[in-house]
């Protein structure tokens, strides 16, 4: 955990009640970002990372809610708040850009219009204010003929472009804080190169403080100082990121990266994928969920705790058994 943490989520599990069962998304999930900071979330799909990065905006799907834990935001937790009480948190503090922008986009209103109405009814300001500010967040997000693309609608826009008016919006309050989830993955690779490094560079110029969610380690890797590693629901892994990367400590983090870096063996080039599927929270009742795809399992793994333990300065695992590269 950082230093000085502002935004904090302290063992949140999350629940979603179904007819005869209670299904969970993520459980005793806990991390912190401080201000000008990015914390990347990296894990396969189901890992429960975006329902943890709604649960501290407050946006979790009914009928969906934090069961247990706790989220602090600069010392003040949130999730006994009311949805009223969480407008004035979401947008003001906490910004969120999907990663489909449509989901905060209105198709039949000009894009100036929407971000000036952020500016009017969050900041308070008069409209010519407002326009003005808009338009320099089309230019600080690097829209071309920011002044024109203000009066354009959604569907004049490229993929890429309304993104980064997503982006804007998500901005045009002023937040402390920035959730992207998956900002990139419905992105070309080129369009999605340039957005991360978009994003780095307001977060820096703004010194606000960034949670990155992504499916994609060499995503996390290029931007994010720290790195919580998700699966089934759990944190698995959490520490700095050039520190996990150089030494992962979980199974299933060095399975991650063996299936993202090359491999050169006979002057081919090779990935290693990790075997099976992707489990999730509810699919081991007990112990490790990654136990049916871990080459090292062992009948031990049905009764670990899943609780996070120190293995290395700064690096926590919640594998007792296997280290660096080694086989237990």
């Known amino acids: 955990m950082s230093a000085d943490p502002s935004l904090v989520l302290r063992n949140v599990t ?7 069962a209670v299904r969970f998304a993520a459980r005793r999930v806990s991390f912190s970002v401080g201000a000008g900071e990015i914390v990347g979330i990296v894990g396969e799909s189901g890992a429960g990372k975006s329902v943890t990065c709604r649960a501290a905006a407050g946006l979790i799907p009914s009928p969906g809610e934090v069961v247990e834990g706790e989220i602090f935001l600069g010392g003040r937790e949130l999730t ?40 009017e009814v969050v900041r308070g300001l008069r409209r010519a204010d407002a326009r003005a500010l808009a338009v320099d967040l089309l230019r600080r997000v690097e829209i071309a003929q920011p002044d024109r693309r203000y ?62 969610v992504s499916h994609d380690f060499g995503v996390i890797a290029q931007c994010a100082q720290r790195v919580v590693v998700m699966y089934g629901g759990y944190v698995v892994e959490r520490g700095p990121v050039d520190q996990v990367f150089a030494a992962p400590l979980h199974p299933y983090t060095q399975g991650l990266l063996e299936s993202l ?13 990790i075997p099976g599927h992707a489990g999730t929270a509810d699919e081991v009742s007990n112990g490790c969920p990654f136990q049916p795809r871990c080459r090292y399992r062992r009948p031990e793994c049905a009764d670990v705790t899943m609780d996070l333990f120190p ?3 700064a690096q926590e695992t919640a594998c007792p058994f296997v280290g660096p590269g080694s086989a237990p």
């Open 14 to 20: 999350i629940a979603f009640p179904t007819r005869g």
């Open 80 to 119: 006994a708040l009311s949805k009223k009480q969480w407008r004035t948190v979401r947008g003001r503090e906490i910004g969120i850009v999907f990663q489909d922008p449509s989901s905060a986009i209105d198709p039949v209103q000009r894009v100036g219009s929407q971000l000036r109405e952020v500016a």
């Open 151 to 212: 009066h354009s609608y959604p569907h004049e826009l490229s993929g890429g472009m309304r993104q980064r008016v997503a982006i804007a919006l998500a901005l045009a309050a002023g937040p402390r804080f920035l959730l992207a989830d998956e900002p990139t993955a419905s992105l070309d690779v080129t369009v999605q190169a340039t957005t991360l490094a978009l994003l780095r560079s307001l977060q820096q110029e703004t010194g606000m403080g960034m949670v990155l």
């Open 261 to 273: 870096i090359p491999l050169r063996r006979n002057g081919v080039r090779k990935v290693t994928p």
């Open 311 to 313: 293995r290395a300065p």
